[in-house]
């Protein structure tokens, strides 16, 4: 179909693709139903399917070892890591993590609470390693940093972080723990969504931690916790494993 090729060109997703596909046979459909024509010119097309991307997750272990790289002995490690510790604890998107005002964490009770599509809030509960993270991190942030921005993490200017400097500062963390995997700023949320399926959460509770708006995009991590699993039993009995 020469419109498929014409968004193929211009570097639409498949998902954008499909999406469209199914809104004009949606029409049509209606123009049937309506008797404005008689056939659909998509009766023999086929709606390609979305195939989805398996993310890439770390286990516990390189976790571990990612989050115990960064040097704690000046500012910007202290900062560092409570960055990475809350985006595991929390499973948050790096905008939701950047975005994070002063005001929006509880220490006393262990939650955070942060903003996701259409402004849709959330609460997010965090384990006592993010919170002893940011207990660290809120007593030196006043003293070093002289900006009077509400923004819980700045960038050593004092200024809003950047998407890219994030993702600068991940990649660096990851190079220097000899992680061998191809980590972006989404490995650590899909890391938080697999390991909490492995440890029996419920699907339904992973989708409201991750802010997921249909239970169909947090199933794909329910795939890889039990190829993950099946990995576990085959090494753990079989005697030539």
């Known amino acids: 179909m020469a419109y498929v090729q014409d968004l193929k060109k211009n570097r639409k997703a498949n998902s954008s693709i499909i999406r469209n596909l199914v809104a004009i046979r949606s029409f049509y459909k209606y123009l049937i139903k309506s008797g404005k024509i008689t056939e659909s010119p998509l009766i023999n097309y086929e709606v390609p399917k979305n195939k989805r991307n398996i ?19 000046d500012y910007k ?4 890591k409570a960055m990475i510790e809350l985006m595991y604890a929390a499973g948050i998107k790096v905008s939701e993590l950047l975005s994070l005002r002063i005001f929006d964490i509880n220490l006393k009770l262990s939650y955070i609470k ?11 509960p965090i384990g006592s390693f993010a919170v002893n993270c940011l207990e660290e991190y809120i ?3 006043n003293k070093v940093n002289s900006s009077t921005s509400e923004l819980l993490f700045c960038n ?3 200024e809003k972080m950047t998407r890219q400097g994030f993702w600068k500062m991940i990649k660096g ?7 061998d995997k191809v980590i972006n700023s989404y490995t650590l949320r899909h890391s938080f969504a697999v390991h909490l399926l492995q440890n029996g959460a419920d699907m339904k509770a992973v989708q409201e931690l991750l802010g997921h708006n249909t239970l169909s995009t947090t199933q794909i991590y329910s ?4 190829q993950s699993k099946i990995v576990d039993i085959y090494k753990n009995a079989h005697p030539r494993a």
Do not use: H
Request: with cysteine; hydrophobic share 35%.
């Open 223 to 226: 795939s890889i916790s039990k």
């Open 156 to 158: 050593l200017r004092g």
């Open 139 to 141: 007593q030196i942030r």
């Open 114 to 124: 942060c903003k996701g599509l259409k402004a849709k809030e959330r609460i997010v």
């Open 173 to 179: 963390y990851a190079t220097e723990a000899k992680i």
């Open 77 to 80: 490690g202290i900062r560092d």
């Open 55 to 73: 993310p890439e997750i770390l286990t516990v272990d390189e976790i571990n070892k990612f989050l115990d790289t960064p040097d704690c002995s």
